[in-house]
Antibody
Framework: EVQLVESGGGLVQPGRSLRLSCTAS????????MSWLRQAPGKGLEWVGF??????????EYGPSVKGRFTISRDDSKGIAYLQMNSLYAEDTAVYFC????????????????WGQGTLVTVSS | QSVLTQPPSVSGAPGQRVTISCTGS?????????VHWYQHLPKTAPKLLIY???NRPSGVPDRFSGSKSGTSASLAISGLQAEDEADYYC?????????????FGGGTKLTVL
């Protein structure tokens, strides 16, 4: 059974940093791209970014609202994906989800077939 | 303001059929990119319902179906059940001169009356 568990959320002051972890089980982690997404209170889902599998270079892509501040990395030996968040703003307050990502180089492009339950990040002084 | 536009809410009685629309533009759905749909109940993991505009993952009931035409897509739910009450999101890919990104609709809350 595919399982994704996010951890590392909490209360952080504006301008500070926080690192989230996504621990995966039930599949060969290294074979898949992994994404981070978020949902601000009362809002819809927003894509944060993803990291490709090592077979496709392990490269990353980010959404415009976090580009330059957030960094996604992975440790395939541990089955963990990370989201390093720097220079946090109040607008980054959200539940953060990790998701296994299917990458298809057709019109399908990217979709998320398994998600974790999320971890709450609150940015406030 | 979401790149893809969904109605904020829809409702239907048990057993009825409802549809949720997802409207995009020439840089996403209209460019030929597929649409994917997710079901989300509060405080749970979102669930993939439809991928590639029309395909159901194994385990998703055939009461759920997807379609796409032009710059829009739709999710249809037939034989409504109380357990279908949730938020539904469409997702696609957007590529323009300013860059490329994964985009979502703002979500639609389905109420089963």
């Amino acid at each position: 059974e595919v399982q994704l568990v996010e951890s590392g959320g909490g209360l952080v002051q504006p301008g500070r940093s926080l690192r989230l972890s996504c621990t995966a089980s039930g599949f060969t982690f290294g074979d898949y791209a992994m994404s981070w997404l978020r949902q601000a209170p009362g809002k819809g889902l927003e894509w944060v970014g993803f990291i490709r599998s090592k077979a496709y270079g392990g490269t990353t892509e980010y959404g415009p609202s976090v580009k330059g501040r957030f960094t996604i990395s992975r440790d395939d030996s541990k089955g963990i994906a990370y989201l390093q968040m720097n220079s946090l703003y109040a607008e980054d307050t959200a539940v953060y989800f990790c998701a296994r990502t299917i990458v298809v180089l057709t019109t399908i492009r990217y979709y998320f077939d398994y998600w974790g339950q999320g971890t709450l990040v609150t940015v406030s002084s | 303001q979401s790149v893809l536009t969904q109605p904020p809410s829809v409702s239907g009685a048990p057993g009825q059929r409802v549809t949720i629309s997802c409207t995009g533009s020439s840089s996403n759905i209209g460019a030929g990119y597929d649409v994917h749909w997710y079901q989300h109940l509060p405080k749970t993991a979102p669930k993939l319902l439809i991928y590639g505009s029309t395909n159901r993952p194994s385990g998703v009931p055939d009461r759920f179906s997807g379609s796409k035409s032009g710059t829009s897509a739709s999710l249809a739910i037939s034989g409504l059940q109380a357990e279908d009450e949730a938020d539904y999101y469409c997702q696609s890919y957007d590529s323009s001169l300013s860059g490329s990104e994964v985009v979502f609709g703002g979500g639609t809350k389905l109420t089963v009356l």
